[in-house]
């Protein structure tokens, strides 16, 4: 571990942030044994002077951080970097109106999993974005356990914009949580090359716009299976809201595929399920058999 510990610090000359595209040379270290920290939370609370000519990168080493009911609390210009998706995860069940994670605007997360595992009557919420500029790669999260209701993300905010690039997003209401992969109240967000998974025996949705949302999605493959046929692949709740797909596969498998009141243009994708608009705008849109769809 040691010896893995130097080559961290070593590389961290050369380390970047990719939220920011700046060099860094500031990494506190977070590890089973032989780093600055073994408690993910008091490593980041650590951090007081990050700033855009002064950003951290808080280095998680391989294992299983569990935070219990405690959140990780981001600040501007500090992004959580852990050592592989399959290697290093945090925990926790915050509850209690907190998320696993909090975002913070010009931060971000990468090379991770975090799981909300929220006990049962509570929320499951894995992260809350309020912030601009955070973005999320090659990054699981997973929001499961006996809660009332799932919301893997949730993000929202007129000024507050996210991106998801290489992300794995997970729901799992399991036998009767209302689940959301992400809900988007009034922000922009960006997916790319990611995967997006809900599912439950009482409703389960991928995306949820709503209040003016924005979300432009990307060779990105979601999913929603629920048993009630309440909820959608994609969806959004009023008029004020967009959405634009491009080269993608959508499934609402038992409900619908999109479902939206607002904007909705989609190209090129792959849609499995009903798509209920008022009027979207289709080009190139096909279903499991390669027929054509045509939007309503």
């Given at each position: ?11 961290a ?44 990168v808080?280095?998680?080493?391989p ?16 992004e ?6 399959k ?18 605007n010009?931060?971000?997360?990468r ?6 595992t ?14 601009s ?44 949580s209302?689940?959301m ?20 025996s ?49 499934s ?7 479902d939206?009141?607002?904007n ?14 008022s009027g979207?705008?289709c ?13 309503p």
């Open positions: 571990m040691q010896k893995k510990l130097i080559a961290v610090l070593a590389a000359m050369f380390m970047t942030i990719p939220t920011l595209g700046m060099a860094v040379t500031n990494v506190v270290v977070v590890a089973k044994d032989g780093g600055d920290f073994t408690d993910p939370v008091a490593a980041l609370n650590s951090i007081y002077y990050a700033s855009a000519t002064n950003p951290y808080l280095k998680i080493m294992g299983v951080y569990d935070i219990g009911d405690n959140y990780l609390r981001l600040r501007p210009y500090i959580i970097e852990g050592s592989g998706e290697v290093t995860t945090i925990t926790g069940n915050a509850g209690a109106g907190n998320c696993v994670v909090n975002a913070a010009n931060s971000g997360i090379n991770i999993t975090i799981q909300s929220a006990y049962a009557g509570a929320a499951s919420c894995t992260l809350l974005s309020l912030a500029n955070f973005a999320i790669s090659n990054a699981t999260l997973v929001s499961t356990g006996a809660a009332s209701y799932h919301r893997t993300i949730s993000a929202g905010g007129a000024s507050a914009s996210m991106s998801l690039t290489h992300a794995t997003i997970i729901s799992d209401g399991g036998g009767g209302e689940s992969s992400i809900y988007n109240e009034g922000s922009k967000v960006t997916i790319v090359d990611s995967s997006i998974q809900s599912s439950s009482s409703a389960a949705s991928g995306i949820v716009n709503a209040y003016g949302a924005t979300v432009d999605i990307t060779n990105t493959k979601i999913v929603a299976n629920d048993g009630v046929a309440t909820g959608s692949g994609v969806s959004s709740w009023d008029a004020g809201s967009s959405i634009t797909i491009k080269g993608s596969t959508i609402g498998t038992s409900n619908k595929g999109i939206s009141t607002g909705v243009t989609i190209a090129h994708s792959q849609v499995t399920g009903p798509i209920s608009t979207a705008k080009i190139g849109v096909y279903n499991t058999n390669l027929a054509p769809v045509i939007c």
